[in-house]
């Protein structure tokens, strides 16, 4: 099989002005990725799929990934002549950059009939909140249906061109997305026997401060 | 329109070649909507179907998912890489060691960590093992889902037992093996362990007769199975089937030949492939792959070497892999199990990700039930093999 980087020749060419990046993975694995712009998700797969050269015709794994907004902290160092005289004084600046949130998609190609790969591709949302849809790749590989599902259900991220988007795995009443990373799980404390920690902490959260506190509440009978 | 104008009594049929059909159709009854399960006894667990039957064939087949749901992948991301170990075992509980191996697969090209030959060796005894108990339990419950109650099931859960005291006497734990480490093995097998393990595959082949002799050749099995639920090997691969499903429809595609994990380009064994894709192909792989499973094990305990199970560079507690991610798969009893991780640096994994096998695998249910009937729905979804552990994760 071709090297990743002829491979993102090959799709430079064959589409051209299309924003594809060979995504660098620094793991002992190096497994590197191809991060594909939404607008030319479709067509890129359809060829993927096509090409003599590549045939990945089994599409292993569809997953999602969260990549919440985080504040980046730039520390910049100059350098600032003395007034007095005496030697070039060190400066550091810092300068704090919040980098927007994406969900990002992963599939992972493999062919069957060559018996290569895997080839990775990501597609990125445009953000978290109201921007988070991304072509499916259902209609190309039959076997992102249930996966694709799955990533809707847990992350949020929606499908376009899915023939049957629904929950899979929660129930179809449920409101949030448990796998993002800003998920707070509902408070369903439960007095046990025997609290510790996680369930001391979980009691002081869950019971205003005037109730009984838990460590107070009365043992239970002592069996016969 | 009076009450007695024959019209109303014959109201027109659908169009011809419509899809749609007439209501209140005088020559087919109406369409009956049966959900089966979560509790049934022949989906092997807490899985759903919604089937919609026209008579006794189906017409549209839904499954639903979630009853066992504990959210496997949050949980993998709250504990540590060593953590997540254990909880692999309750994915897919029938075969627990080759989800520990899977995992440890996926780990260690995450962290480069190289393993020790006689660690190889034993997982691949292990796996191979598990793919003997794992196929012997699925042939007897497809047994037990065509109607012959009873005997095959404990004939081969006789056999399975054999295994789970190996495992246990091994790993202290019948099921719940815990025994892969990233960079080798948890214990190290005894010289009798050894002698046991060679014992009971060395039997094995023996049962493997008596088995076939009352099952293979049966006619009820054969007029139960053959034909039925049958899949192409076009819409196998592309709705992602892997493992003696996708071999059963003709396509040579199994990890242990095409990746080469482990130690197994060493090994002799030949991949089974079926003709026609039905349920009776599939049962027949399964037992031909524990006959190649069976030549595997003689090779490895034949070949296996002394020396260290456990890479002496390796890090299971405070084991923090530099930021990256991975994609490890191997070949499971029910198909391409693999782990996908991301790493940040941390203790704990970013992002950890089960591609479970037989998850995947019922995206074609419907396709493969449409226009069969509920009785050999039921045995269509067992030559599935499903594990809802797995499935719902």
Redesign the interface.
Known sequence: MESLEQLHGRLLTRFPGAEIVVVNNPAPSAQHSLLVPRDVARELAFFLRDDPALALDYCSNVTGVDWPEKEIIETTKSTVPDPAGGAPKVVETKTKRIQPGYFEVVYHLFSIALKHGPVIVRVRTGNRTDDVTVPSFTPIWRSGEFQEREVYDLFGVTFSGHPDLRRILMWDEFKDHPMRKDYVEPDDYEWEPTPHGVVLEKARQHYPPAVVAPAETPPPAAKP | MSASDPSTLFPPLAAPGSNVRAVHDPFHGDLLEVSMGPHHPSTHGVFRMVVTLDGERIVKLKPV??YL?R?H??IGENTTYLGSMPYTDRLDYMCSMTNNWAYALAVE????QPVPERAEYLRIILAELTRLLNHTCLAGFLLQDTGASGTPLMYAFREREKILDLFESLSGSRMMCNYQRFGGCRVDASPQWLEAARRVAANYSEFLDEYETLITGNEILMARTQGVGKLSPE?A??????GPMLRATG?N?DLRK?DGYGLYPRFEFRVPLGDHGDTYDRYMIRVLEMRESIKILQQAFRDLPGGPIMDPKSKLRGFR?????????IEGPKG?I?F?L??DGSPNP??Y?V?APS??N???LEDMCLGQTVADAVIILGSVDIVLGEV??
Do not use: C, M, Q
């Open positions: 998912f979630g749901h959210n992948e949050k090209k995450l962290a480069g819409l691969v592309s709705a992602g089937v892997t396509v595609y095409v892999p530099k930021a990256g991610e991975s994609y490890g798969r391409e693999g996908y991301i790493s970013y992002r990700r591609r998850f995947v019922l995206t074609i719902d994760r």
